[in-house]
T-cell receptor, first 113, second 114 residues
Framework: SQKIEQNSEALNIQEGKTATLTCNYT??????LQWYRQDPGRGPVFLLL?????KEKRKERLKVTFDTTLKQSLFHITASQPADSATYLCAVERSGGYQKVTFGTGTKLQVIP | GAGVSQSPSNKVTEKGKDVELRCDPI?????LYWYRQSLGQGLEFLIYFQGNSAPDKSGLPSDRFSAERTGGSVSTLTIQRTQQEDSAVYLCASSLGGQVQTQYFGPGTRLLVL
């Protein structure tokens, strides 16, 4: 089964800096990987999806990279704002031809004004 | 537009009682998932429905847990003879179906077993 590792410790950064979150996976190479944001007391909200044949994906201040050799995805938030403070979850496709994903435990980001 | 809704939002029950949690997916979404999230933990997959196919129940932790989806829409997760370790947030998500789709989550049901 797929195992997902995200930084278990909270990440604190200064407003305006770039936040970088890491997602590492083991076992087979997934066809795609997703990033979600979760605020306290709410369900996760989809942010970005990147496929195995894509090296990088961008959406406004967000950037995701996917390195299938390292079995790693990096999630960047540029010009971070206090409103970006949340827990960010990585979700990795579990098996070919199927839309089940395995979620990581998430990394809590705190952007300090 | 209407998103995924779940009810109740909070449920407190006594150990040994049965509980039913409800999920209303987004209209037209053929795929539906149930997850469990314990405090400070990641999402634990429970069960997956896709159209009229047999559900994938591989994540259900014990035979006390069951789920059904009626008419390809509303789903109910039932926990029988609840235990204190069942206390968690139960999240439902739906998606359009197909090979790669975004999951849309509901707000969750917070279950506390005393």
């Amino acid at each position: 089964s797929q195992k997902i590792e995200q930084n278990s410790e909270a990440l604190n950064i200064q407003e305006g800096k770039t936040a970088t979150l890491t997602c590492n996976y083991t076992n087979y190479s997934p066809a795609y990987l997703q990033w979600y944001r979760q605020d306290p007391g709410r369900g996760p909200v989809f942010l970005l999806l990147i496929r195995e044949n894509e090296k990088e994906k961008r959406k406004e201040r967000l950037k995701v990279t996917f390195d299938t050799t390292l079995k790693q995805s990096l999630f960047h938030i540029t010009a971070s704002q206090p409103a970006d403070s949340a827990t960010y979850l990585c979700a990795v496709e579990r098996s070919g031809g199927y839309q089940k994903v395995t979620f990581g435990t998430g990394t809590k980001l705190q952007v300090i004004p | 537009g209407a998103g995924v809704s779940q009810s109740p939002s909070n449920k407190v029950t006594e150990k040994g009682k049965d509980v039913e949690l409800r999920c209303d997916p987004i209209s037209g979404h053929t795929a539906l998932y149930w997850y469990r999230q314990s405090l400070g933990q990641g999402l634990e997959f429970l069960i997956y429905f896709q159209g009229n196919s047999a559900p994938d129940k591989s994540g259900l932790p014990s035979d006390r847990f069951s789920a059904e989806r009626t008419g390809g829409s509303v789903s109910t997760l039932t926990i029988q003879r609840t235990q204190q370790e069942d206390s968690a947030v139960y999240l439902c998500a739906s998606s359009l179906g197909g090979q790669v789709q975004t999951q849309y989550f509901g707000p969750g049901t917070r279950l506390l077993v005393l």
